[in-house]
Structures are given as C-alpha cells and as structure tokens.
C-alpha cells in the first residue's frame, strides 16, 4: 500500500514557492506522508484542471494556495470528489480564511494544518445565471456573489492592480461607484416567499459575512448554517454611504465580544443595509448587471438564482476555527 500524499495546486503569482516546499517536506517527514505532487494553474484556467489532476491522482488532501477564485475553482471540483480542502492564503483579499479563522501570514503553520486532522464541513453555495439572450450557466462560490458595487471592483481591478497594490486596487472602483450612486430596480424572492420589488446600489448573497480589516458585511452569516444570507446596499446620497461605512466598522468591532454583541442588539436598524436569510435567492433585473463571486467576474445576468448545498466541503482548519460558532445573529439593518 502506497503512503498518503498531498496535492499542492498553486498560482505561481505572488506565491513563495521555496518556502512552501520546505514546510510541506517537513510535514511529509513528520506524518510519513510520500512526496506531495504539484500542480501549478495557468492564466487560461485558474485551477479546474489542475484540481482535476489532483483528485484522478488519490490525493489525501488537496492544499490551495492562492487567492479566493483559486479555491473557488478548485473547491468546485473537490466537494464532488468528497476530498478535504486546505487552505494556504495568498491573494488579495482571502475572506474564506479570514471567515474560518486561518492564519494569514504563517506558511509553516497553514501547511501543518493541512497535513493534520481537523476538517470542518462548510455550505457551498450553487449560482445559476442567465445573461439577456437566454444562455444559462451554473457556478459555485464559497464566500460572496456579488451585483453592483462589488462586480464593478472585480470588473475593474485587474490581477495585476491587485498583484502590485492589493485591496488599494479597489479604491478607484468604489470611489466611482459612491460618486454616481447609481441605483438599480430588482424583483427578488427569498424561499417560496412572494415576489418582492426594490431598489438598491449593491446586492451581496454571502456564504460569508466578514470582509478585510475586520468589517462585518453580514453579522447573521455563518460559513456552516445551511443558509445564504443576503442584504442590498441602498444609501441615499454621500451621507448614506458614510452611514454603511460606520455601521460596518462598529459591527465589526462589536462583534468581537459577546458584551459588544448584546449591546448592539440596542441600536437602531439602518434602512440603507437590509438583510434577508434562506437557502434560495432568486433576482431578476429591467437591465443586465454584471455579477462576481468571490471575486472573479461572470459578465452580464438578468436573472439569477442562488441555493445552497449544506456541508458539502470539508476543509482542514486548527483547533480554534473549528470550534468558531454564529456571529450571534447581530442586526445591522432592516428587513428586506
């Protein structure tokens, strides 16, 4: 019987290969693992047929190491094998790991997590789009969907803005969106629920609800409750904006501490954010908008549908991150 070994699928872009390799021949020596196989994504494929290989090849576990669209890609493939995903953060925002409590900066202590034992089941969420000539397509995603202000910043952020200047490659995008502050028209429906209309600027579906530098988008979001958990941006004026940017930093800050939880519990909702929560999200638009996940742009929809498929990847994590719970249902907004 051969020895267990890792798959290592990596975008060369910003990655230290060198030290990589060190820590991952450390642990193969430490768990009697055999030589781990390397498979390196290309700028025509981000990952699917690297992880592919990874999976035809019997891989005890397959680490990424990239950015949130390469395990996005890979993680497509994997949850169907049934395989456990580890995770090694090297892109620009890295809100999966962030939302699992991974280290960031520590490459010998991401590679010892992938070769140990703890896996946490996490929600992978299904997005069927549909562009205005009738052609469907059907992604998954494990963090955020995004329409509006958030697709602008992966339509307009190149991979090499964000290579040289990470999430400072974002700002002229959201700075052009705050100025027009364009709202959009939208007939939405949650579950079986009626049909509802509105008006907003952005609209996130998250499997996920913190951002970088610690902003909590989606207080209710939990990466492993078997729900999608929406809420539409819809600031009126400048003033509107500054609201949402306060109400995200205090929730986040507030977050951190069960008395800060309680608390906020107190304050008043903000209509400029308004959430929703169940496992199908159905949209429809008067005009095509363009729409990310997790970062990576899919062009032009009028309609989509999100669900979501409970548990269905299992990903390495230490001690802490698999014992991390609900954000504790924190309000931040109104209904929508």
Same mark, same amino acid.
């Given at each position: 019987?051969?020895?267990?070994?890792?798959?290592?699928?990596?975008?060369?872009?910003?990655?230290?290969?060198?030290?990589?390799?060190?820590?991952?021949?450390?642990?193969?020596?430490?768990?009697?693992?055999?030589?781990?196989?390397?498979?390196?994504?290309?700028?025509?494929?981000?990952?699917?047929?690297?992880?592919?290989?990874?999976?035809?090849?019997?891989?005890?576990?397959?680490?990424?190491?990239?950015?949130?669209?390469?395990?996005?890609?890979?993680?497509?493939?994997?949850?169907?094998?049934?395989?456990?995903?580890?995770?090694?953060?090297?892109?620009?925002?890295?809100?999966? +790991?962030?939302?699992?409590?991974?280290?960031?900066?520590?490459?010998?202590?991401?590679?010892?997590?992938?070769?140990?034992?703890?896996?946490?089941?996490?929600?992978?969420?299904?997005?069927?789009?549909?562009?205005?000539?009738?052609?469907?397509?059907?992604?998954?995603?494990?963090?955020?969907?995004?329409?509006?202000?958030?697709?602008?910043?992966?339509?307009?952020?190149? +991979?090499?803005?964000?290579?040289?200047?990470?999430?400072?490659?974002?700002?002229?995008?959201?700075?052009?969106?705050?100025?027009?502050?364009?709202?959009?028209?939208?007939?939405?429906?949650?579950?079986?629920?009626?049909?509802?209309?509105?008006?907003?600027?952005?609209?996130?579906?998250?499997?996920?609800?913190?951002?970088?530098?610690?902003?909590?988008?989606?207080?209710?979001?939990?990466?492993?409750?078997?729900?999608?958990?929406?809420?539409?941006?819809?600031?009126?004026?400048?003033?509107?904006?500054?609201?949402?940017?306060?109400?995200?930093m205090v929730q986040g800050i507030a977050h951190r501490s069960?008395?800060?939880?309680?608390?906020?519990?107190?304050?008043?909702?903000?209509?400029?954010?308004?959430?929703?929560?169940?496992?199908?999200?159905?949209?429809?638009?008067?005009?095509?908008?363009?729409?990310?996940?997790?970062?990576?742009?899919?062009?032009?929809?009028?309609?989509?549908?999100?669900?979501?498929?409970?548990? +269905?990847?299992?990903?390495?994590?230490?001690?802490? +991150?698999?014992?991390?719970?609900?954000?504790?249902?924190?309000?931040?907004?109104?209904?929508?």
């Amino acid at each position: 019987m051969q020895p267990s070994h890792a798959a290592i699928v990596y975008n060369p872009v910003r990655m230290p290969l060198e030290r990589v390799r060190r820590a991952v021949e450390e642990q193969e020596r430490r768990h009697g693992w055999g030589p781990s196989r390397w498979y390196e994504t290309s700028g025509g494929d981000s990952g699917r047929r690297a992880a592919q290989d990874a999976v035809e090849g019997g891989a005890a576990v397959v680490v990424v190491a990239g950015g949130d669209g390469t395990v996005r890609t890979v993680a497509e493939v994997v949850q169907e094998a049934g395989m456990p995903l580890a995770l090694l953060p090297t892109g620009t925002g890295n809100l999966l +790991a962030r939302n699992l409590g991974l280290p960031l900066n520590d490459v010998e202590r991401c590679v010892r997590i992938a070769f140990g034992v703890t896996t946490r089941r996490v929600d992978v969420a299904c997005a069927e789009l549909e562009d205005e000539s009738g052609a469907r397509s059907r992604q998954t995603f494990l963090v955020m969907a995004g329409i509006g202000l958030d697709a602008e910043m992966a339509e307009h952020a190149g +991979a090499l803005a964000k290579q040289r200047l990470g999430w400072l490659a974002y700002v002229a995008p959201i700075a052009r969106s705050v100025i027009a502050n364009r709202l959009f028209h939208l007939d939405y429906r949650v579950d079986g629920g009626h049909t509802k209309s509105a008006r907003a600027h952005t609209i996130i579906v998250g499997n996920c609800g913190t951002l970088t530098g610690k902003m909590l988008l989606i207080p209710a979001a939990v990466v492993d409750d078997g729900l999608l958990d929406v809420v539409m941006l819809r600031p009126q004026g400048r003033f509107g904006w500054a609201q949402i940017g306060a109400r995200l930093m205090v929730q986040g800050i507030a977050h951190r501490s069960r008395f800060g939880r309680n608390m906020f519990r107190l304050a008043p909702e903000l209509r400029a954010l308004a959430y929703a929560q169940g496992q199908r999200f159905d949209v429809r638009f008067e005009t095509p908008h363009g729409i990310e996940l997790d970062g990576d742009g899919f062009g032009l929809v009028v309609r989509a549908r999100v669900t979501v498929r409970p548990g +269905a990847l299992g990903v390495r994590v230490g001690g802490d +991150a698999a014992r991390a719970g609900s954000a504790g249902g924190v309000p931040g907004g109104a209904q929508a």
